[in-house]
């Protein structure tokens, strides 16, 4: 069902767990399978310098976290919105069609943290 660099991703999850006093908390689920996430970010000067995700999700929830959360590491907030769910399945080389909305609660997770994030800074 999955590609090899979905699996590795999966079974090697990183950036599991959460930043204590994070700079951005984004919280999303997913209504139709009911899974959630959280990701949380440390982020200094406008870059993100750690990012951190726990979710109750599937395989594709886990490998496209842990690589997006890897991607926008040492990214400016404003590169890292546009991360897409697009995007972060061009590295993984894809889903299955009926798995790609598991890589939206990434894509998302990382919009409400930032959004969360730049609230606090007004
Ligand atoms: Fe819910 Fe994949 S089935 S995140």
């Given at each position: 069902m999955?590609?090899?660099?979905?699996?590795?991703?999966?079974?090697n999850p990183k950036n599991v767990g959460e930043i204590e006093n994070p700079s951005g908390v984004g919280?999303?689920?997913?209504?139709?399978?009911?899974?959630?996430?959280?990701?949380?970010?440390?982020?200094?000067?406008?870059?993100?310098?750690?990012?951190?995700?726990?979710?109750?999700?599937?395989?594709?929830?886990?490998?496209?976290?842990?690589?997006?959360?890897e991607m926008i590491k040492g990214m400016t907030v404003d590169e890292a919105l546009k991360v897409t769910n697009k995007k972060v399945l061009e590295v993984l080389g894809g889903l299955p069609s009926q798995k790609i909305h598991c890589s939206v609660l990434a894509e998302e997770a990382i919009q409400k943290a930032i959004e969360d994030y730049k609230s606090k800074q007004k």
């Open positions: 999955y590609n090899e660099k979905v699996m590795q991703a999966f079974q919280l999303v689920g997913n209504e139709s399978c009911g899974d959630i996430m959280q990701i949380t970010l440390k982020i200094e000067n406008d870059i993100i310098v750690d990012a951190k995700f726990k979710t109750f999700g599937c395989a594709a929830a886990i490998a496209t976290s842990t690589t997006a959360t």
